[in-house]
């Protein structure tokens, strides 16, 4: 997958850009640029909770009954990455059972044609941090494959972190390309 993170410290008026090649849980840089702290203290940080991450069991924060309660809200047309197509989604209330770190409260937007996850926003149940007040996400998947994922984090020392991971397949000639 290639995966490009935008990250920025909005209330400082910082911002960095990792362009990467992800293969499991390892991340290959192939362009990094920006301020030295946002790569150091928003980027890092981000790709060592990703590596965290991996090393739990998919089963303790997948979004499945044994961790969460779901309830029904609506169905509702959803626009997808074609301006001019729409599909029908049912948006589901999701509600953690137990407040553990890497579970959400939010919402989960199934399309009603595939059954598969397009869209999932909210926030983090539990703090993984002292130092962080509040982590709020939203994750696109688009029928071409691609994820988006938007993070806001509210921390104690520099305000507002905010990222951008947009992933995507790649092939290997795109990979050697980029490179040269």
């Not at 997948?62 to 989604?89: D, G, M, Q």
């Not at 948006?91 to 939010?106: A, C, M, S, T």
């Not at 941090?129 to 509210?154: C, N, P, Q, Y």
């Amino acid at each position: 997958m290639g995966v490009e993170i935008e990250a920025s410290l909005p209330d400082l008026g910082k911002s960095a850009r990792l362009v990467a090649i992800r293969d499991g849980s390892e991340y290959r840089d192939i362009h990094l640029e920006g301020d030295a702290m946002v790569r150091q203290q928003v980027i890092a940080r981000y790709l060592s909770a990703q590596a965290a991450a991996a090393e739990m069991p998919d089963t303790a924060v997948a979004i499945t009954p044994a961790n969460y309660r779901f309830r029904y809200a609506a169905s509702i047309e959803h626009r997808t990455e074609h301006p001019a197509e729409t599909t029908l989604v049912y948006v589901y209330e999701v509600v953690p059972i137990k407040n553990r770190v890497g579970l959400l409260k939010g919402q989960l937007w199934i399309d009603s044609a595939t059954g598969a996850a397009v869209h999932q926003d909210g926030y983090a149940v539990k703090r993984p941090s002292v130092f962080v007040r509040r982590v709020e996400l939203a994750r696109d998947v688009l029928k071409t494959g691609m994820h988006v994922t938007r993070l806001r984090i509210e921390t104690r020392l520099v305000g507002r972190a905010e990222l951008t991971i947009t992933e995507r397949p790649v092939s290997l000639s795109t990979v050697e390309g980029a490179e040269r």
